[in-house]
Nanobody
Framework: VQLQASGGGLVQAGGSLRLSCTAS????????MGWFRQAPGKEREFVAQ????????YYADSVKGRFTISRENAKNTVYLQMNSLKPEDTAVYYC????????WGIGSANEYDYWGQGTLVTVSS
């Protein structure tokens, strides 16, 4: 299983970025996918997750209303559209695959078994 994240960069506060994560080596449409982030000096935290068919989404309170997670199973890709970015959104963003097929529950890093390499998002004030 490989997860390749892309789309990070430098953006001013209030701006937008769209992250992508393309998966290979798995039956992508079977799995809930998630986005996590880790800011310098902080622990990794949950950002958002989407169910295997895209029918359910769940967000951290800190990003709700600003970020949107989506997926295209035909392209084995999950997205994170980030709007109204704030300096506190600065972090390395990781996509991850849930460890169980057709699983849905509250987002926790322990539920995910494969991780992408991360893409850096920097929001300047």
């Amino acid at each position: 299983v490989q997860l390749q994240a892309s789309g990070g960069g430098l953006v001013q506060a209030g701006g937008s970025l769209r992250l992508s994560c393309t998966a290979s080596g798995l039956a992508f449409s079977y799995y809930t996918m998630g986005w996590f982030r880790q800011a310098p000096g902080k622990e990794r935290e949950f950002v958002a997750q989407i169910s295997w068919n895209g029918g359910n989404t769940y967000y951290a309170d800190s990003v709700k209303g600003r970020f949107t997670i989506s997926r295209e199973n035909a392209k084995n890709t999950v997205y994170l559209q980030m709007n109204s970015l704030k300096p506190e959104d600065t972090a390395v963003y990781y996509c991850a695959k849930n460890g169980r097929s057709y699983w849905w529950g509250i987002g926790s890093a322990n539920e995910y078994d494969y991780w992408g390499q991360g893409t850096l998002v920097t929001v300047s004030s």
